[in-house]
């Protein structure tokens, strides 16, 4: 995003900008994580974005459709508990 450059430890060259690219190429999901339903795929993206202006909120996050496919989230209540 536009102000990637601004931060700084970019701007600084200790998070070297061309480096990070190459280390993190979003294209690869697929692959790294082949059990992912393309709904949890595209979930995941917009969770990861990198402009903060474009990333999606947690609110729209649990609206996403991706919690409309098998297997559903289950009630809090009917998680298992561990001792503290």
């Known amino acids: 995003w536009p102000a ?8 600084s060259g200790a998070v070297p900008l061309a480096r990070l690219q190459q280390q993190h190429r979003l294209n690869e999901l697929p692959s790294r ?12 993206l917009h969770m990861l974005t990198y402009d903060p202006e474009k990333r999606t909120s947690a609110r729209d996050a649990m609206k996403h459709a991706y919690f409309d496919e098998s297997p559903f989230p289950k009630e809090d209540d009917l998680m298992p508990t561990f001792p503290t």
Do not use: E, K
């Open 4 to 11: 990637l450059g601004t931060l700084p430890l970019v701007r």
């Open 33 to 44: 994580l082949p059990a992912l339903s393309p709904r949890g795929r595209d979930l995941l």
